[in-house]
């Protein structure tokens, strides 16, 4: 169980397009997930909460224009980095709280690399 | 700020070996305290959780809590070449954080035949 899958796994785009990555609880339902970014030999820096039904909560310094979080059902929400620039070039990795396990405990996806030249 | 420190390594212990892995955190408000293990170019993967002060052990794995001094701990016995791994300390608080994970820079883990 916990199973969280990301698509794609990696994406190379040129500057000024935007990019879509999708995040899904295969075996169960995730009401919150969470985005997070990672650079080359940093940890991970939340983004923002994604909530089913609302609106994504951002965290200080993510321009919540540029990254478009949709979380339109209970298994499914999205990233979307508009007008993408080499500075948007990282790994971005979603979560979800299975519910089942101890409280606030993640588990990720396999992640998405994104290379903008 | 909430802060979340690991000692970045490397770490560097003989196959069989212990590998002992330590995090501090300034939120004592904190509630729930995580260890993940990274393998280059992965994402991370859950390896214990623990709530409460003292120890708790999966396996070749015991996570230690000790909430007065804002320190948490991973052991690994038996260490394994495989373990080999960055292993990122995670830490959720309560209030306006809640539910939201703040991580250690992780630490670099090499266990050498």
């Known amino acids: 169980g916990a199973v969280v899958s990301q698509h794609p796994s990696w994406v190379i785009c040129k500057s000024g397009t935007s990019v879509k990555i999708e995040c899904r609880s295969l075996?169960?339902?995730?009401?919150?997930m969470f985005w997070y970014r990672q650079f080359p030999k940093q940890s991970l820096m939340l983004m923002a909460t994604?909530?089913?039904?609302?609106?994504?909560?951002?965290e200080q310094g993510v321009e919540k224009d540029k990254f478009l979080i949709n979380h339109a059902s209970l298994t499914l929400s999205t990233l979307t980095v508009t007008s993408a620039h080499p500075e948007d070039s990282s790994f971005y990795i979603c979560?979800?709280?299975?519910?089942?396990?101890?409280?606030?405990?993640?588990?990720f996806g396999p992640g998405t690399r994104l290379t903008v030249l | 700020q909430k802060e979340v420190e690991q000692n970045s390594g490397p770490l560097s212990v003989p196959e069989g070996a212990i590998a002992s892995l330590n995090c501090t955190y300034s939120?004592?408000?904190?509630?729930?305290f995580f260890w993940y293990r990274q393998y280059s170019g992965k994402s991370p993967e859950l390896i214990m959780s623990?709530?409460?002060?003292g120890d708790k052990e999966d396996g070749r794995f015991t996570a230690q809590l000790n909430k007065a001094s804002q320190y948490v701990s991973l052991l690994i016995r038996d260490s394994q070449p495989s373990d080999s791994a960055t292993y990122l300390c995670?830490?959720?608080?309560?209030?306006?954080?809640?539910?939201?994970?703040?991580f250690g820079q992780g630490t670099i883990l090499t266990v050498h035949p």
């Open positions: 979560s979800a709280d299975q519910g089942l396990a101890g409280p606030d405990t993640q588990y």
């Open positions: 075996d169960f339902q995730a009401t919150t």
């Open positions: 994604s909530n089913e039904g609302s609106k994504a909560t951002y």
């Open positions: 939120d004592r408000g904190s509630q729930s």
């Open positions: 623990i709530y409460s002060n």
């Open positions: 995670a830490v959720s608080g309560g209030g306006t954080s809640y539910g939201k994970l703040t």
